[in-house]
């Protein structure tokens, strides 16, 4: 029978610390290497066989992940918030890090993460960087208006943006001196190239053979269109994931922390631990949803009355989410189930 050994990895972009133990906890290498692809295959060449390996998710860990899966019997990685709190200790430094993440692997204690596929996480990239897109054309879009204001030049807010009118601001309006004007041309210009860069990468991403048919059944769903299905599907991976909506829901930071003691129950904010561009995203399109759907028009309706409307919006978006894993798993379109009124005889 073949001794597992074990191996934590504490990775940074330069350098990766390495401690192997075997079950009992003997220490068998312990070191430092480059972090680099030739200097992680030969230092995979060294390795006493087999072995599995842990490290903790960060924004490195992805292409190490993906180099060490096809020669380790197993990769996992480590929630950083669960792992700290394991693993918190007076003296730290990345030898004792590496040595922590090991002990944790051996004794089953690793707070595992979900690790999605590496096709999900290419387009994952691609659709994040799209939200940078958005983010800097926003930016540009407010940088004009800015600088209206500061020359004083009234303009029309709902039509600044359309080209024909832009257009006619610059050659009409006297108060826009010879400074001002070529400033703003290269800020419209920069907000409609990123506009345009924005679209083709939406369009592309649905387009895409891998998720084609899994968009078009999301945006089935009222208020769903191309951007919030594209976010769901990359963003969540593989739905099956969650066992529940309410872990869906939590996941996607709409619904406050817990935190009890004794007799007291304290309901927190909306939790900072979520994934931030499901949050958004979920959030955007719950302020629309009441206008495409009259089930969630009463919804929005129903619990507006009973507080505000964020409470009401937050209500829509998690009814959004139990639409969304409903679609997901079930693999059809969206369709609504009307109640039938059958009296007894």
Request: hydrophobic residues 40%.
């Amino acid at each position: 029978m073949q001794v597992m050994y074990y191996i934590g990895l504490d990775v940074h972009k330069r350098t990766i610390s390495y401690c192997v133990k075997d079950v009992s906890g003997r220490i068998h290498l312990e070191g430092t290497i480059p972090a680099t692809r030739m200097d992680l295959d030969r230092w995979m060449s060294t390795l006493p066989q087999p072995w599995m390996a842990a490290m903790e998710a960060t924004v490195f860990t992805g292409w190490i992940y993906d180099h060490l899966v096809p020669h380790a019997a197993a990769v996992k990685v480590a929630h950083p918030l669960m792992l700290r709190a394991i693993a918190v200790a007076k003296k730290k430094n990345d030898r004792i890090d590496a040595n922590k993440i090991c002990d944790c692997l051996r004794c089953d204690f690793l707070p595992e993460c979900y690790m999605a596929s590496t096709e999900i996480r290419e387009r994952r990239r691609t659709l994040r960087y799209r939200n940078l897109l958005v983010r800097q054309m926003v930016q540009m879009k407010n940088k004009i208006a800015v600088l209206l204001m500061e020359a004083g030049v009234s303009y029309n807010k709902q039509r600044l943006h359309k080209i024909g009118y832009f257009r006619e601001l610059l050659a009409t309006n006297r108060d826009i001196d010879d400074g001002l004007r070529p400033l703003l041309g290269l800020c419209h210009e920069t907000a409609v190239r990123l506009g345009k860069t924005e679209s083709a990468l939406v369009r592309s991403l649905q387009r895409d053979s891998m998720l084609r048919e899994r968009i078009e059944r999301l945006m089935s769903i009222p208020a769903v269109g191309p951007v919030t299905a594209l976010t769901w599907a990359l963003e969540v991976g593989d739905v099956q994931r969650f066992s529940s909506i309410k872990k869906a829901i939590s996941y996607c930071g709409l619904c406050g922390a817990e935190k009890s003691s004794a007799h007291t129950v304290q309901r927190t904010p909306l939790s900072k631990q979520r994934n931030r561009h499901l949050q958004t995203t979920l959030i955007e399109a719950a302020k629309m949803a009441p206008r495409f759907s009259p089930d969630l028009a009463m919804l929005y309706e129903k619990e507006s009355h009973k507080g505000n409307a964020n409470r009401a919006t937050l209500a829509v978006a998690r009814k959004l989410v139990a639409y969304l894993m409903a679609v997901d798993r079930g693999q059809h379109r969206f369709r609504t189930v009307e109640a039938s009124n059958c009296t007894a005889a």
